[in-house]
Structure formats: C-alpha cells, structure tokens
C-alpha cells in the first residue's frame, strides 16, 4: 500500500526535528530533509508523537491485519455454515413459531416456559429452546463466536454449551443466574463469568481446543474462564435456553443471538 503524502511528509518531519538533516527512503525513492536542529521543546514533542505517528503506520500499511483487528479470531478459518445447518429444537408439543423467532438483522430470539416438555416425548431432559449448530467435530482447535442477549429476569437457564463428552453429556454450559454467565451451575467465586450480562449485548467467545482438552471463555473479548475439557470424541455447539434445575429457574427463560459463526484452525 503506497504511503500518503501527508503522512511521508508528517514522517519526515518529526524525525528531522531532532537533527540537521536526514534521507528517508520509500521503494527507490529517496527524500531528503533538510530542517536546522530545533529548540529543545520541539524536540520533546516530537519524541512525544513518535509512539502515535508508528501505531498510525502500521494501521495504514498493514490493512489485512489491521481490518481484522481481531486477536481472538486471527489465525482461524471462519466456517462456511448454511441456514440449514442451524437447527432449532423446542417443546415437542408448540409450534416453531411459539418458541422462536427471526427477527431484522439476523437475530435469533428463543424462549421457553418452566413447565414446558422436553424436545421430544421420549427424550429426557428440561425445557429447552435451542439452536444446534450442525457441524460435528472430534479433533483440533474450533472457535464458537456470537453476540447474546438475555432479558432481565431470566434465571436458571443455560444460554450456550459444547456438547458431547466422555462421561458426560456436555463438554461446557454457561448458564444464566440473577444476571450472572456461569460455568455451569457455580455461582461463586472463580464459577462467574460475568457478573452483568442482562439487557446488553455482550460478545462471546469459546475455544475448544481438543487435543490440548481445554475451553476457554472470554466475554468481550476478555479472557474469563478456561477449563479442562471432559473428553469425548464427537463435539458441537449449542446456543438458546435450556432450564437448569440446579438454583431453581424462572417461569420464563429467553436469550436473543446474532452473528453467530464457527471457526477452526489445525
């Protein structure tokens, strides 16, 4: 990427500001600059602009990295999913449309009622509005990303999980209690997650990373949770409301998601 003439020239200066001359070079291109020693404030404030004017640079002539600006995500590979790939399991006995809603923007709205059935008549389990994201995997680094929303009032409800483990169903839930993200049903200590999660959207990110067997939680893009995996050799995620019987739950549980992706690196 060519470097603008104002920031050559910016570049130029600042650096000349604190000698008699100088050659800057730029592809073939060389540029001299001639400026007299400046005062000794000058200089000061020179070396003061000099950290701005390189975090400028490096913005400018590494766009690539720049725009994905991403620590967490740089290094995968975003998954291809296709609507179909996102399935949504509910109460056996409503309709879809009682349960779930696409709302403007992509957003995924779930909810589901204390007494509700389970998924199927012969499944066991609480109530449950979920969404399973169709894409199993049993080896590697994968990467769930989403932004959640949970109303004031819900309670007891789990909001996303990696299922599938070796002596266990799941791998990871989080769960919602009295406005606190929990790993699983811990509500003290080193268990919270976030102590404030409702009404806002908040960005989620897990890394379960398979061989190494540990997930890792960050919440904003801040790192605030990682623990051992459980084994298991078939794995995929899940995001919605499921009720919990640990800590009691509330009537009613929803939880709203959009921009949700999958990543994966080797």
């Avoid at 199927?120 to 959640?148: A, D, M």
């Avoid at 309670?155 to 009295?178: C, D, K, R």
């Avoid at 509500?187 to 997650?193: E, K, N």
């Avoid at 640990?246 to 939880?255: D, F, L, P, V």
Wanted: charged share 15%.
């Amino acid at each position: 990427m060519e470097m603008p003439p104002w920031l050559l020239h910016l570049y130029i200066h600042v650096h000349s500001c604190s000698a008699t001359a100088g050659r800057f070079s730029k592809g073939r291109e060389t540029y001299t600059s001639s400026f007299e020693m400046a005062p000794p404030g000058m200089v000061l404030l020179s070396m003061a602009w000099r950290p701005l004017l390189l975090v400028l640079l490096l913005l400018l002539l590494c766009p690539d990295r720049g725009a994905a600006g991403d620590h967490l995500t740089y290094g995968f590979t975003a998954v291809n999913l296709s609507e179909a790939q996102f399935k949504v399991q509910k109460p056996y006995d409503v309709p879809l449309a009682d349960r779930y809603e696409l709302l403007a923007g992509g957003v995924r709205r779930m909810w589901v009622f204390a007494t509700d059935k389970p998924i199927s008549n012969t499944h066991p389990g609480g109530p449950r509005t979920e969404t399973k994201i169709e894409l199993v995997y049993s080896s590697g680094v994968w990467q769930f990303e989403g932004y959640g929303y949970v109303p004031c009032g819900t309670s007891g409800a789990s909001v996303m999980q990696i299922f599938g483990a070796a002596e266990h169903a799941t791998t990871l839930m989080l769960h919602v209690y009295g406005g606190r993200l929990t790993y699983y049903h811990h509500v003290f200590g080193t268990g919270i997650v976030d102590g404030g999660i409702y009404d806002r959207w908040f960005r989620l990110n897990v890394v379960h990373d398979v061989g190494a067997s540990n997930v890792t939680v960050f919440v904003d893009g801040v790192r605030r949770l990682t623990v051992p995996g459980r084994g298991g050799d078939s794995h995929y995620f899940k995001f919605g409301v499921y009720g919990q019987s640990h800590n009691g739950m509330s009537y009613r549980m929803e939880s709203r998601w959009r921009d949700v992706k999958v990543f994966t690196k080797c």
